[in-house]
């Protein structure tokens, strides 16, 4: 296997099938790069696009795709259940193969100045890549989201970004680009239309508030199931993997007399984190082979 490199960008269009396709299509269109995976969601309105490519065209194919979302995505008319910071909201590297952490941060940082300079699109590190250590959890960046970062982006240090305009870009606001290990998006449908009651969850499972170590959490609505959600990010899935993260939300729903409806993983998920024979496996949503990481990297090498 050759040096292989991931790159997940997080878009702020999850209903706009066609403008989804275009922004696959300009990463597929890139010397060496494989669309993995293609996840849209209409309530957060996001989609996330998991690629592939080797290391020396990596940020080419992310600057490119970057560059697309900005002409086809207006932040001003955006809406939707998910904090962000622009049409592009966020763009991380992971090492799969043949590359390190260290080289991912590298590359996230050349991609992220091509971003500022190319497209005039203030640029934040964050995570490994992180030049601030304030910016290193991704919930600190974008806390606000655009519509707070817009306001304060020019008159308060502490918002500046690490390259680019000192204002947010008219149409497609700003970008965290970041290095990471692989996360694993894991998401519990909660059988209530009370927000209040997703959000208390959330806050009782996720590390920062003395939950489960290495998981974030955040409580959504799902107004078009009339449904709420626990969205969680695992970011050591060896540590805290989906099995503990889905009997912690079991458990604490069992507490407000909640059942839960049905689970989700958005994006791939490798192989060694899945537990068949768990329950959270058998309340998975149109879960088949092709979410599972090597299934789509085995099709990527045909």
Do not use: W
Not at 236 to 256: F, H, I, S
Request: one cysteine or more; aromatic letters at 4%.
């Amino acid at each position: 296997m050759k040096s292989i490199v991931e790159c997940v960008p997080n878009f702020s269009e999850g209903r706009d099938i066609d403008l989804v396709e275009r922004l696959a299509g300009a990463i597929a269109g890139a010397e060496t790069a494989c669309v993995l995976d293609t996840h849209m969601d209409s309530d957060h309105n996001r989609s996330v696009i998991t690629f592939v490519a080797a290391p020396e065209m990596i940020v080419e194919a992310a600057v490119r795709v970057v560059a697309l979302a900005a002409d086809l995505i207006d932040m001003r008319q955006h809406k939707g259940q998910h904090p962000r910071l622009g049409a592009t909201d966020v763009l991380p590297f992971v090492p799969v193969h043949g590359v390190t952490l260290d080289d991912c941060v590298m590359l996230a940082h050349q991609a992220g100045e091509r971003i500022a300079r190319e497209l005039r699109i203030p640029v934040f590190f964050y995570e490994r890549a992180a030049l601030k250590p304030d910016r290193v959890n991704l919930e600190d960046v974008r806390r606000g989201a655009l519509e707070l970062l817009r306001e304060q982006i020019a008159h308060e240090p502490t918002r500046a970004p690490d390259v680019g305009p000192l204002c947010v870009h008219e149409t497609a606001g700003a970008i965290a680009v970041g290095a990471r290990p692989f996360l694993i998006a894991f998401n519990v449908n909660l059988h209530t239309s009370d927000l209040a009651i997703a959000r208390q969850i959330a806050r009782a499972v996720r590390a920062r508030h003395g939950g489960l170590p290495f998981l974030k959490a955040l409580g959504f609505e799902l107004s078009t199931r009339g449904l709420v959600q626990v969205s969680m990010n695992l970011v050591n899935y060896g540590a805290t993997g989906m099995p503990q993260a889905y009997d912690a939300v079991r458990r604490e729903a069992g507490k407000l007399g909640v059942e839960i409806v049905s689970t989700e993983i958005v994006g791939l998920v490798p192989e060694n984190a899945l537990d068949k024979d768990a329950e959270y496996f058998q309340k998975l949503e149109n879960f088949t082979t092709d979410k599972i990481l090597e299934s789509r990297m085995r099709a990527c090498e045909q």
